[in-house]
């Protein structure tokens, strides 16, 4: 009886033992795929970072089952689209519509390009030219869908001929670069003092009627860049375009410079209440945005000087602000309350152009 109770224990442990090193079998081989899985996930991402640009701009999307590499991975938490795509660097992936995206570098970009200084093109020459773009100034890939929607908004007023040169410059470029974008070209009646950063304001608020953008560039008109590398985006932290100037021969001229080109998302645009409305004549209003941007503990991104060049036409220098200082050290006390929660102005006409969408403003004059 003993015996048989002694070869029944036996038995029995030994099936014990037996389950426990078929668990341990599981549980070691499964944490291996489990990891090679994880590492070919990081790896797919890393070998697409313009695709994981696409989280903050499409939906998240649930999936059961995805496929890296050649492996599956069974999931049922939520993942976005940038994970599920191709493993090949020439196919970025497709879109929840199943349309392919864009490239975050087009593989067209030529690199240095010429500046064309003078003479300046005119109206109907330019639209021969760019008979692809869409009414107001808008054009998109027709091959595959944009990573970034773009507004470019430009203060205007009584700067024709560099408008020309402008938009013969920018509409290649921003072309090769496959983005959706539109230029608006926000221009101030009268001949009252000059503030430009209400202009680019109003740009942002209007240009939200015409199109959900989540990207701004603020450009001066006099600005060319010299590189289609120099990608007309928004990246995860506000940007300064016009690094290296030709009239600066080509060095940043100072450490917290924001002006002349920048690019700021919508997400940010919102947090920093937009530029200043109080910058009546010239200067101040960039120096005022970089303070927002450091006071909301966001920094300033730039590309390296060898791409981010350009050439600014010449042009007569407008008068400098004499007040531009006793504003700029105000500025911190009227960040909340002075910017795009406080514009007031008055929209005196609006044009679709082939070339550009066109702004009248009236903005009233400080008291």
């Given at each position: 009886m003993l015996s048989n109770w002694c070869q029944s224990s036996t038995l029995y442990k030994?099936?014990?033992?037996?389950?426990?090193i078929l668990i341990a079998l599981e549980y070691l081989f499964g944490g291996l795929i489990e990891h090679q899985a994880e590492n070919l996930i990081a790896i797919n991402t890393t070998r697409h970072m313009g695709v994981q640009r696409l989280i903050a701009h499409q939906p998240m999307v649930k999936v059961a089952k995805i496929e890296v590499g050649n492996a599956t991975i069974i999931n049922g938490t939520e993942l976005s689209v940038s994970n599920v795509t191709s493993t090949t660097e020439d196919s970025p992936g497709v879109s929840p519509s199943g349309v392919q995206v864009c490239p975050e570098v087009p593989a067209n970009l030529t690199g240095k390009l010429k500046i064309v200084k003078s003479p300046a093109p005119t109206v109907v020459d330019l639209e021969k030219r760019f008979a692809w773009l869409k009414p107001g100034g808008h054009s998109y890939p027709e091959t595959c869908q944009a990573l970034h929607k773009v507004a470019i908004i430009i203060p205007f007023r009584c700067r024709g001929e560099?408008?020309?040169?402008?938009?013969?410059?920018?509409?290649?470029l921003l072309r090769r670069q496959q983005i959706d974008y539109t230029i608006f070209v926000v221009e101030q009646e009268g001949d009252g003092?000059?503030?430009?950063?209400?202009?680019?304001?109003?740009?942002?608020?209007?240009?939200?009627?015409?199109n959900n953008f989540h990207c701004f560039i603020f450009h001066d008109i006099d600005l060319l860049p010299e590189d289609d590398r120099n990608l007309y985006n928004c990246p995860e932290q506000p940007r300064h375009m016009s690094v290296a100037i030709d009239i600066f021969k080509y060095k940043l001229p100072y450490k917290g410079i924001f002006g002349g080109v920048s690019a700021i998302s919508k997400e940010h645009f919102e947090l920093l209440n937009g530029f200043s409305n109080s910058f009546w004549g010239w200067g101040g209003e960039d120096d005022d945005m970089s303070n927002r941007i450091r006071y909301h503990k966001l920094h300033i991104s730039r590309y390296p000087l060898t791409i981010a060049k350009y050439t600014m036409l010449t042009h007569k220098k407008d008068r400098p602000s004499p007040h531009r200082y006793e504003v700029l050290r105000s500025g911190q006390k009227r960040?909340?309350?002075?910017?795009i929660n406080s514009l007031k102005y008055t929209l005196v006409d609006v044009k679709q152009n082939l070339l550009y969408t066109w702004l009248l403003v009236k903005l009233e004059p400080p008291s």
């Open positions: 030994g099936l014990f033992t037996l389950v426990l560099h408008l020309l040169l402008f938009l013969q410059h920018m509409h290649p003092p000059f503030n430009r950063a209400m202009l680019m304001n109003i740009g942002y608020k209007e240009a939200l009627n015409f960040f909340t309350k002075d910017g």
